[in-house]
Structure formats: structure tokens, C-alpha cells
């Protein structure tokens, strides 16, 4: 069996908490935990048509196309939408083969984004056989099918060990600043590439230094107002990633306390 999951005790990465160094699910995945999907349709379908056709076949025959009509609708689109909506991204088959749905962002998809792949997904799978849907995956370097780039998706492998480095500590002379300054999210790869920047060795060589200046002014980009004059790259980065995980880590604290009163589960 695979291992969990291991990021060296830090996930929060993302203002969803999503982990984002969890690699793309390869073709070979997505291929069967399609398969337990699409067995999964039939089984619906199945089940929600013989309910409604066993109700509209006393009628007339107008009302008995709709029928037909509604069961195609709720077992090809409107369960794996359900699926998705309520687990945060997984079917059957994504769960039984360790796989999520996720944004493109690698945050938690939302009830639009599911629905849209599974009505693209009615199109590329059962209506021409899935072929749009391999060829699309199969290109993609993702694995995007067509409804992942409609609904701006992709699907990662959840069963693997993937190790982020530790999160930077903030630097106690830039303390003062990060709590007055306004610091946006950053966009998913420029985080991920500060955080590795900051947990590689510190030397002073040209190439470290340029790299370092090079995502110092494309994090400026989002941080207002700028540190004070004379400070290093190495020590903004780090202050600016201390402090964006501190106030993500604040507000997730503040949403989990308002769901537990919402519903009296601690």
C-alpha cells in the first residue's frame, strides 16, 4: 500500500491548505478510476431509471422521455457533481485509486467547477466514447481531460510522498513591517519557487544572488508597502512567506471555530 502523504509537517501552502507538490495523476490512474466511475454511472443509472420509468410508463409517452431524459441527467452528470461538491474532489474511483480533483490553483474545487467537468465529461466520455477524453490526457502535462480545462481543474495523486521544505521563520527585524504591510496571495508557482529558493543552501554566489533579486521583484509585485531600504531578498522572501502563512493559518483557525459553532462538532 502507499504511503500517506509526508510534507514535512507543513501543508499550508495555499489559503485552502492544499498541498501543493502533489504530482499529477498519470494516465494509467485516470484510466481506472474512470473504469469504477463509469461502472459506477451504469449502476445509477440503472437504479434512478428503473424508479422513474417504473413511474412514467402507466402515463403518456411525453412524459416517459422525460424520464429517460432525467435519469440520463442525474446518474451521468448530477452524481459525480454531487460526489465531487461533497467530498472536495473525489468520485469511487478517484478514492479507491488514491486520486483528488483540484483547482488549477491545487485548492478545493467548488460546486461550478464539478458540474462543468461532469457535463463535458457527458460529452467526452459517454457520448463519443471516452476517446476526446484520452487524447486529451494523454497530451496534456497535467492529465487535463477536456472538462479540466473548462472548468480550470486537474486531477493529483494523493498516495505518494512528496516533501516540501520547512516553512521560513520570520526575520525578528522585519517583525514590525509584516504586521502593518498589506501582502497579497502570491500565485501558486512563484510560492512554491520562494520556498525552495529560501531552503537552499545560503551562499553568495552570482547565480543565488540573481535568482534571489529576480522573485524578491516579483514578489514586490504583491506587497505593499515595500520593506525597509537596505533589506536583503533572502530576509523579505522569508518575511513575506512567514507572514502569508501566519495570517492563512489565522483565518483557517477562525473558519474551523465558526463551523464548529454552526454545527457543535469540535
Do not use: N
Not at 195 to 217: E, K, Q, W
Amino acid at each position: 500500500m502507499s504511503a500517506e502523504p509526508s510534507y514535512a509537517g507543513d501543508d499550508l501552502v495555499t489559503g485552502e491548505a492544499v498541498a501543493l507538490d502533489l504530482p499529477p495523476a498519470g494516465i494509467g490512474l485516470r484510466l481506472l478510476s474512470g473504469l469504477v466511475d463509469v461502472v459506477v454511472t451504469v449502476v445509477a443509472l440503472v437504479a434512478v431509471g428503473f424508479v422513474l420509468l417504473t413511474a412514467a410508463a402507466p402515463t403518456d409517452e411525453a412524459l416517459f422521455g422525460v424520464a429517460i431524459t432525467v435519469t440520463l441527467a442525474v446518474a451521468t452528470v448530477g452524481v459525480p457533481t454531487a460526489c465531487e461538491t461533497l467530498t472536495r474532489g473525489r468520485t469511487l474511483g478517484k478514492w479507491a485509486l488514491g486520486l483528488r480533483t483540484v483547482r488549477d490553483d491545487a485548492g478545493a474545487i467548488s460546486f461550478q467547477q464539478a458540474f462543468v467537468r461532469a457535463l463535458v465529461g457527458f460529452v467526452e466520455i459517454y457520448a463519443f466514447s471516452g476517446m476526446p477524453a484520452f487524447f486529451s490526457v494523454l497530451l496534456s502535462p497535467r492529465g487535463k481531460r477536456l472538462g479540466d480545462y473548462a472548468a480550470g481543474t486537474y486531477v493529483v495523486r494523493e498516495r505518494t510522498s512528496a516533501e516540501l521544505p520547512p516553512p521560513p521563520a520570520m526575520p525578528p527585524a522585519l517583525a514590525a513591517w509584516e504586521r502593518s504591510a498589506d501582502l497579497g496571495r502570491l500565485p501558486t508557482g512563484l510560492a512554491l519557487a520562494v520556498r525552495r529558493y529560501l531552503a537552499s543552501t545560503a551562499d553568495d554566489s552570482p547565480a543565488r544572488i540573481a535568482v534571489g533579486r529576480r522573485l524578491a521583484d516579483q514578489v514586490a509585485r504583491h506587497v505593499h508597502p515595500l520593506p525597509p531600504a537596505g533589506t536583503s531578498p533572502d530576509a523579505f522572501l522569508a518575511a513575506v512567506m512567514a507572514g502569508r502563512r501566519a495570517r492563512d493559518a489565522a483565518r483557517l483557525a477562525r473558519e474551523a471555530e465558526l463551523r464548529r459553532r454552526l454545527t457543535g462538532r469540535r
